[in-house]
């Protein structure tokens, strides 16, 4: 009697350790999912703002752009109309090495 409880307990242990090995497995998966899972959100989220970043830029040089090309437009018009580039760089108020 005393041979199969202690069989008993023995297999009642081996099946707790079991059980408590099983649960550590699914909780360390759990969090390695959790942590990859914030990993890419974190990697999704960082393009994003460099894109967005990228976006910016080129919509600022391309403003720039245009912008220039109407100082540039300005000036020649004034030139065609007589203007000298001293009465063009006071009216824009731009220095007189832009003026060409």
């Known amino acids: 009697m005393l041979q199969?409880?202690?069989?008993?307990?023995?297999?009642r242990e081996q099946y707790r350790v079991q059980e408590e090995f099983i649960r550590v497995q699914r909780t360390e998966r759990s969090l390695l999912r959790k942590a990859?899972?914030?990993?890419?959100?974190?990697?999704i989220e960082k393009?994003?703002?460099r894109k967005e970043k990228e976006?910016?830029?080129i919509e600022k040089e391309k403003?720039?752009?245009?912008k220039e090309l109407m100082k540039q437009?300005?000036?020649?018009?004034m030139l065609?109309?007589?203007c000298t580039p001293e009465q063009i760089s006071e009216?824009?108020?731009?220095?007189?090495n832009q003026v060409k």
């Open 4 to 11: 199969t409880f202690t069989k008993d307990e023995h297999l």
């Open 36 to 43: 990859r899972e914030e990993k890419e959100a974190a990697l």
């Open 47 to 49: 393009e994003k703002e």
């Open 55 to 57: 976006a910016a830029l």
């Open 63 to 66: 403003e720039r752009k245009e």
């Open 73 to 77: 437009k300005s000036i020649d018009f």
């Open 80 to 82: 065609q109309k007589g």
């Open 91 to 96: 009216i824009l108020g731009i220095p007189l």
